[in-house]
């Protein structure tokens, strides 16, 4: 059984940051590649960032260069860290595998920017 936990969410102003994490248990984590995704209200949910098992990363074209995707496979943890924050970035932020599987789906930790 896989469980995704996700934290780090809260509400910033305009152009701050935040690190969201995701801890990862009960899988060969080392050897998944793992995402970040998001939904906004009223909207689908979708993929924002992406990271293999060996460390390549990928993101939408809405946060690139402002968001970075990292892990640590000794801890099971993968990372967001969201510098220049955007009130459109508003959204529940979620982990999970690429591609996601549905029963994996966590929580999600809300992130809210806002003046």
């Known amino acids: 059984q896989v469980q995704l936990v996700e934290s780090g969410g809260g509400l910033v102003q305009p152009g701050g940051s935040l690190r969201l994490s995701c801890a990862v248990a009960?899988?060969?984590?080392?050897?998944?590649?793992m995402g970040w995704y998001r939904q906004a209200p009223g909207k689908e949910r979708e993929s924002v960032a992406r990271?293999?098992?060996?460390?390549?990363?990928a993101y939408i074209d809405s946060v690139k260069d402002r968001f970075t995707i990292s892990r640590d496979n000794a801890k099971n943890m993968v990372y967001l860290q969201m510098n220049g924050l955007k009130p459109e970035d508003t959204a529940v932020y979620y982990c999970n595998t690429i591609p996601d599987v549905d029963n994996y789906w966590g929580q999600g930790t809300q992130v809210t920017v806002s003046a």
């Open positions: 009960g899988s060969d984590f080392s050897r998944t590649d």
């Open positions: 990271i293999s098992r060996r460390g390549a990363t």
